[in-house]
């Protein structure tokens, strides 16, 4: 049965080149049939076996267009200048017999290089693809990793709370009288604890995950809470204050969650480091409402640095940064998945200090597209 599963997909895959190909040379046999049958009544040889030739270039490659070439010089020679009398002997119609090889040809050769260079760009923008997803990817891990000590000690909250319960549990089932009641909710809080644990691990390892987009209906507001709670820690050991405003009325937008959670990553880590060693308040505030054209706005801002000055367009410029150990990569592919979404990304500086990073996102559902 191993053998059998092991040459299955093989032999589907040739199945399905051979069916391809009995198809593309058909494609061109009846292409010049047709052809051949429109042109008889009407005398109008060349124009429609120029057509049959166009048609089996274009869609189905050099082969069948050399193979409808090949059928209409015949049926072309045959019913059409086998007529004259003499056959074939006046130059006029010599020349427009030369002239259809001449035009045939040419239009098979141009079509077999347009479905090369059609093909050799098609591979050209999944390459680039591939690359950015890559890249998108490296920073994402790259981000996670200098987080390990924050969500190290987000997990290990719920997880030493869930212990304690466990000792509460049995001390209460352990009495000369056990307290079934107390045990229940100690036993409660353990389930409660264990399940945040887990919901953090599952954030946490979606982030690593590496694939291809997932296009989704997704939640914003959703995504929006899923990376505050990740950046608990993180915001709880800079003393930073988060305020969130999350309006009610906001609709889903198709998108693709890992890539916008990375977005919102990015732009609180930013506005952490931004605060992070600085003095006077720290808040970061983070907000969504709909905004004109069917589109959602999100807003980052913070009390921190500010944007830096006369740099202040440069800051979504590839390899720029103002962080001593920064890839300047984070921002850049922040705008490339916004916009890949069909949305804007641009910052501005925050009243009465900070500064302030909005984004747009289409709810049309086709904004990928």
């Not at 082969?63 to 006029?92: K, N, Q």
């Not at 409660?192 to 997704?218: C, H, M, N, Y």
């Not at 921002?331 to 916004?338: A, K, T, V």
Request: net charge neutral; proline share 5%; charged share 20%.
């Amino acid at each position: 049965m191993a053998g059998e599963e092991a040459v299955g997909p093989p032999r589907n895959r040739s199945r399905m080149k051979a069916l391809s190909k009995v198809r593309r040379y058909g494609l061109a046999m009846i292409s010049c049939g047709i052809a051949l049958a429109a042109a008889w009544p009407i005398d109008a040889p060349a124009s429609c076996f120029l057509l049959a030739v166009t048609l089996s270039s274009l869609f189905g490659g050099l082969g069948p267009g050399l193979l409808s070439v090949g059928l209409s010089a015949i049926g072309f020679g045959y019913f059409f200048l086998g007529r004259t009398v003499p056959p074939a002997v006046e130059p006029a119609v010599f020349l427009r017999f030369a002239v259809f090889l001449i035009a045939s040809s040419l239009i098979t050769g141009v079509m077999e290089i347009k479905r090369r260079v059609e093909q050799s760009r098609n591979r050209a923008e999944e390459a680039l693809r591939q690359a950015q997803s890559d890249l998108a990817h490296v920073s994402r891990v790259t981000t996670m990793g200098e987080l390990t000590a924050s969500l190290a000690h987000e997990v290990n909250q719920p997880i030493a709370a869930a212990v304690t319960d466990a000792n509460t549990c049995l001390r209460w089932l352990n009495r000369d009288h056990p307290d079934v009641e107390e045990a229940r909710a100690a036993a409660l809080r353990i389930v409660k604890d264990a399940t945040r644990a887990a919901e953090i691990i599952s954030r946490t390892r979606l982030l690593f995950k590496k694939g291809t987009p997932q296009w989704e209906l997704v939640d914003i507001n959703e995504i929006i809470r899923e990376m505050v709670a990740l950046m608990r820690s993180e915001v709880t050991r800079h003393s930073i204050s988060v305020r969130t405003e999350l309006a009610e009325d906001v609709p889903q937008l198709t998108g693709d969650r890992v890539q916008l959670q990375q977005v919102l990553m990015n732009l609180m880590i930013n506005a952490i480091d931004a605060m992070k060693d600085g003095d006077g308040t720290r808040e970061l505030a983070v907000k969504s409402q709909r905004a004109e054209n069917e589109q959602l706005m999100v807003s980052i801002s913070d009390t921190g640095v500010g944007l830096p000055p006369q740099q202040a367009d440069q800051i979504f410029n590839a390899f720029f940064t103002t962080k001593p150990h920064g890839t300047g990569m984070g921002l850049r592919i922040s705008r490339s998945i916004i916009e890949s979404h069909g949305g804007r990304l641009w910052a501005a500086d925050n009243s009465p200090r900070g500064a302030s990073f909005h984004l747009t996102l289409p709810v049309e559902a086709e904004a990928h597209e």
